[in-house]
């Protein structure tokens, strides 16, 4: 398992931008993959993207354009860079962790992120 820990989160207007971070235990680069997700009230979580230790990344369409993944080895931290955001963006934000391709999924607390006028 690995723990992780999520910030950024936070209030902001339609069309606005918010950075989230996510700092795991353990080394970054020793990770399979990292990714972000998001739950809606009365929603089930859902995929929004995720960047694998190759560096490659994949978005859900809903957010493709607008938001970025990112990973910064040297601060062992992934970015999730969102911008044009819109109020259906709005939910609360869960960093996840495989440490290989095998692995069950590791979730940090999650950090809300609202976005309205």
């Known amino acids: 398992q690995v723990q992780l820990v999520e910030s950024g989160g936070g209030l902001v207007q339609p069309g606005g931008s918010l950075t989230l971070s996510c700092v795991p235990s353990?080394?970054?680069?020793?990770?399979?993959?990292m990714g972000w997700y998001r739950q809606a009230p009365g929603k089930q979580r859902e995929f929004v993207a995720t960047?694998?230790?190759?560096?490659?990344?994949d978005y859900d369409d809903s957010v493709r354009g607008r938001f970025s993944i990112s990973r910064d080895n040297a601060k062992n931290t992934v970015y999730l860079q969102m911008n044009s955001l819109k109020s259906e963006d709005t939910a609360v934000y869960y960093c996840?962790?495989?440490?290989?391709?095998?692995?069950?999924?590791?979730w940090g607390q999650g950090t809300q992120v609202t976005v309205s006028s």
């Open positions: 996840s962790a495989k440490k290989t391709s095998l692995a069950p999924p590791s």
């Open positions: 353990g080394s970054i680069s020793s990770i399979y993959a």
């Open positions: 960047i694998f230790r190759s560096g490659v990344t």
